[in-house]
């Protein structure tokens, strides 16, 4: 099994670290990263508006008023068909 020389390792490990913080702090990448990152806050808040106005669309589709206790959906629920209903053939 091959060893590892410590000496190199250690050096290649501190010019890639070297390397890593000029990109890091370059000025067109921390000018991106901000842009980024309002883009981000911005879609974060579309989004929840969004949630909000699902929200609130979908409780004015009800067709009847809540009841009290657990969750209602507006119509009654009916069991699953388990083959399709046809029209009678005239």
């Not at 091959?2 to 010019?15: C, K, L, P, V």
């Not at 008023?65 to 009678?88: C, E, F, I, L, N």
């Amino acid at each position: 099994m091959a060893r590892i020389n410590i000496n190199e390792f250690s050096g290649q490990a501190g010019g890639v670290a070297y390397r890593v913080n000029q990109v890091r702090t370059d000025p067109a990448v921390v000018k991106a990263a901000q842009d980024a990152w309002s883009d981000v806050r911005d879609a974060s808040r579309s989004c929840s508006v969004l949630a909000r106005e699902t929200n609130a669309a979908w409780q004015r589709s009800r067709t009847t008023p809540p009841q009290s206790g657990a969750y209602h959906a507006g119509r009654p629920v009916t069991p699953a068909q388990d083959r399709p209903a046809y029209p009678a053939a005239s």
